[in-house]
Structure formats: structure tokens, C-alpha cells
């Protein structure tokens, strides 16, 4: 019921898809914004960028919402929330996350409050790419079912480092971007499972990446990957990747697919499945 | 003996000479030539005039001028067979303070011209990473 009265927010948010472009601020190019990754920090889906949600330059602010599903063999997803950019330095977000199985043993959630600073750099413009520094902030809900599984915490904060950067003309006279994203967490299943495990309760540094290229004005394709903890021992979990195609057909909104593997959850093998986003900017 | 030299030494010059490599002019072709880029600043122009934001600064702006300049100017970044007869780009920027967003706007401007014209994408993202070399020579001067 909760899954329809999301898909249902789904389709009232895609009615403003076709607001006139002209009415939001920001003037950077066609598709510079991003996504909005799921635990609301501009990104790809799963993997956080560089780059701050919108289009704002250093003398504009906006405003981003976002609303993301992903649905794998025996488990649901959905995310939501809006983040703030103020010109073209800072990124303020708010996510929640639900996840639930299908069969309704699992029920976690948790809130996510995101900071990310643009240290420099400018994604399409510099030689160099554009670097960010951010954090996430999160605090997960189910705190008896993750301690018996031998979380550590129920409130934990990511770091990470991302370098991103855009050829306006790259191989085949194609926009490509590129990005790499050094996390650091003791987040169980980005932190649903709570943080720190009984293989380890430290800190463990991650690799995440994305690769993506403009295959058409307003379609692009790419490819993320993204390393995961694995601190828990009665719940081993992967590393996600995903294969995506973001469709921009306005700087107001951007509307991701993509096919994604989050391997290993909560005992279940191999569990792949369909993402949706659609993120809306102001 | 010195007459073999002389005669390599010429032949050699000479191929040097025609060895110095060819201005490509893959795009200016690509872009339709001095007409295909008369036609886009034409519409850009039109597309400068619908932007609010960046209007301002044609407002003393002699029109003509300003198209037979930017065609010159995309004709030699291009590789065309022109000479560039207008200002340098910097001082003629200077005292504008074009922003970011503004050079962003004015971009756009550009790129729905490119898009009316039915440039191809390679075609285009090739003159936009040109145009997008040049930013910090007319931003915030």
C-alpha cells in the first residue's frame, strides 16, 4: 500500500516534469546537474559526485527534490528528499530511506542529512576536475534488529572525496563524464543495517566510480560501481553496480532507469532488479 | 659534389615547405562553411535577444558589426579560410564583468542555435569545447 501511495507521489511529481525551462535559475549546461544519488547527495544513483545538485553558477542558488525506487528480487526500496545548493560551493540534502522485503520481515529505514563543499574545480570548464569534499550524515531506526545482528551503532557519519570530470567533446565527438568517489564508512547496507560489525567496528575505506556519455542531446548512458563495508558476519552484503540511462529533457527534470546488482542482503543471494529516479530542480 | 648539395639542400627546403601541416577545417566544413555559419550567428543573435539575462550587454552593441565579427571569429577558430578583423577577446570583455552564469546563458544561446540550424551533436560538442576553451578570457574581465 505504502509502494503504491509512493508510485502515486511518482506520477504527481511527473506532471511537473513539462514546467517551461526558462522559470529555474541556473544557467550551467544541459545535464551538468546530475542525479541525485539515493542517499541525496547530487550523483549518479548510487554513487555521490563532485559535482552539487542544480544548475546554480557562483552567483546562483536552487533547489533540487528528488523521489528514487528500486525494486530487487525480494526487497523494495524508496528514497526521498530535497537538497539546497548555494552558489555553486555548498550542498545541503535531506534523504529518508525505506526498505522493506516482500515478505515483510524486513523493515528498516533511516534519515540522511548530506553536506557536500566544492573545493574546486569546475566540471565541464577547468582542465583539472572538479573536486568535493562531503559528508553523510545518518541515522538509522531499526536499532534492535541491527545490534542482534552485531551493529555497533545506530547513528554513523560517511566521508568521502570525489573527483569529477566532463569532455564536452570526447571520443566518437561525445560528452563523456567521469567520476571517482573515495568513501569512508562503517555503514551496513549504507547504514539500514546500522554501523560498525562484529568483523570490524572501525572505519573502512571505499572505492566507488561512474562513467557516463551523452548519447544523444538529452539521453545518457553509463555504468557505477560502488564498494560496500561488509562489517556484519550474519549479513554479508556486496558491492553494488549499475547500469543507467538518465533522460534530461529540460534543466527541470531529469528522470533515471537503470538495472541494478546489490548482490548479497540480509542472506538473500544475487539480488538484482530495476531503479527508477525522477529529480526535479527549482 | 656541391651542386648535389645545394640541390638536396633545396629539395629538402622545399619539402619542408609543403610538409608544414594543413589548417584543418574539418569543423568550419562540418558547420557548413562561411554560409552554414552566417546562418547560425544569425539565429544566435535572435537567441541573445529572447535572453533576458544576457541582453543588457548588446544594448550599445552595433548589431551589424557584431554579426560580421562573431562569423569571422568562429569562421578562423574553426580552421576557415578568414581573417579575424575585430577586437581581441579580452579587452573587448573588459569592464563587462561577465558572470559565469551570463557566459552559461549566452552558451545556451548558442547551443539551441546550433540545434534550430540542425547541427549534428559531434558537430556541435566539437564548437562548443572551442567556445568553452575561451572562458576565462571573457569571463570577469
Not at chain 1, 569546475?122 to 531506526?141: E, S
Not at chain 1, 533522460?247 to 548482490?263: E, H, I, Q, R, W
Request: include cysteine; aromatic fraction near 12%.
Amino acid at each position: 500500500m505504502k509502494f503504491l501511495k509512493s508510485w502515486f507521489s511518482l506520477f504527481v511529481l511527473s506532471q511537473l516534469i513539462f514546467i517551461p525551462s526558462q522559470v529555474i535559475a541556473g544557467g550551467k549546461l544541459i545535464g551538468t546537474s546530475g542525479g541525485t544519488q539515493i542517499e541525496g547527495s547530487g550523483g549518479g544513483g548510487l554513487v555521490p559526485w563532485a559535482t552539487l545538485s542544480g544548475y546554480g553558477t557562483r552567483d546562483e542558488k536552487s533547489v533540487t527534490t528528488f523521489f528514487s525506487a528500486v525494486s530487487v528480487d525480494d526487497f523494495r526500496m524508496t528514497s526521498y528528499g530535497a537538497s539546497y545548493t548555494y552558489h555553486d560551493r555548498i550542498e545541503v540534502s535531506f534523504a529518508h530511506q525505506s526498505f522493506k522485503s516482500g515478505d515483510k520481515k524486513t523493515d528498516l529505514s533511516q534519515d540522511i542529512i548530506g553536506l557536500k563543499v566544492r573545493l574546486f574545480g569546475d566540471l565541464v570548464y577547468t582542465p583539472w576536475p572538479q573536486v568535493a569534499l562531503g559528508a553523510q550524515f545518518k541515522n538509522a531506526n531499526n536499532t534492535d534488529d541491527n545490534q542482534f545482528l552485531g551493529a555497533k551503532n545506530n547513528q554513523g557519519v560517511d566521508y568521502y572525496f570525489a573527483a569529477t570530470k566532463a569532455w564536452l567533446d570526447g571520443p566518437f565527438h561525445r560528452s563523456f563524464v567521469l567520476n571517482t568517489t573515495l568513501r569512508y564508512s562503517k555503514a551496513n547496507q549504507l547504514g539500514l543495517r546500522g554501523f560498525g560489525g562484529d568483523k570490524q567496528s572501525s572505519y573502512k575505506s571505499l572505492l566507488e566510480a561512474s562513467a557516463g556519455v551523452f548519447i544523444t542531446r538529452y539521453w545518457m548512458l553509463g555504468v557505477e560501481y560502488r564498494q560496500k563495508p561488509d562489517l556484519l558476519r550474519a549479513a554479508k552484503e556486496d558491492d553494488w553496480k549499475d547500469i543507467f540511462v538518465t533522460f534530461f529533457p529540460n534543466k527541470t527534470a531529469a528522470l533515471s532507469f537503470a538495472f541494478v546488482d546489490l548482490g548479497r542482503i540480509d542472506g538473500k543471494e544475487k539480488q538484482s532488479g530495476a531503479y527508477l529516479s525522477l529529480q526535479l530542480t527549482y | 659534389m656541391y651542386r648535389c648539395f645545394w640541390a638536396g639542400l633545396f629539395i629538402f627546403t622545399l619539402s619542408a615547405c609543403q610538409s608544414i601541416p594543413k589548417q584543418d577545417d574539418s569543423l568550419y566544413l562540418a558547420l557548413g562553411g562561411k554560409g552554414g555559419i552566417s546562418k547560425i550567428i544569425d539565429i544566435f543573435i535572435y537567441e541573445i535577444g529572447q535572453t533576458e539575462k544576457i541582453i543588457h550587454h548588446f544594448e550599445d552593441t552595433d548589431i551589424d558589426r557584431f554579426r560580421e565579427k562573431q562569423i569571422e571569429h568562429i569562421c578562423i577558430l574553426t580552421g576557415g579560410p578568414c581573417t579575424y578583423t575585430g577586437d581581441e577577446i579580452i579587452p573587448v570583455h573588459q569592464g563587462m564583468n561577465i558572470s559565469e552564469s551570463e557566459f552559461n546563458e549566452t552558451t545556451n544561446a548558442l547551443i539551441r542555435a546550433l540545434n534550430i540550424a540542425g547541427v549534428s551533436i559531434g558537430t556541435r560538442n566539437r564548437l562548443l569545447a572551442v567556445i568553452a576553451s575561451l572562458r576565462a578570457e571573457v569571463i570577469y574581465q
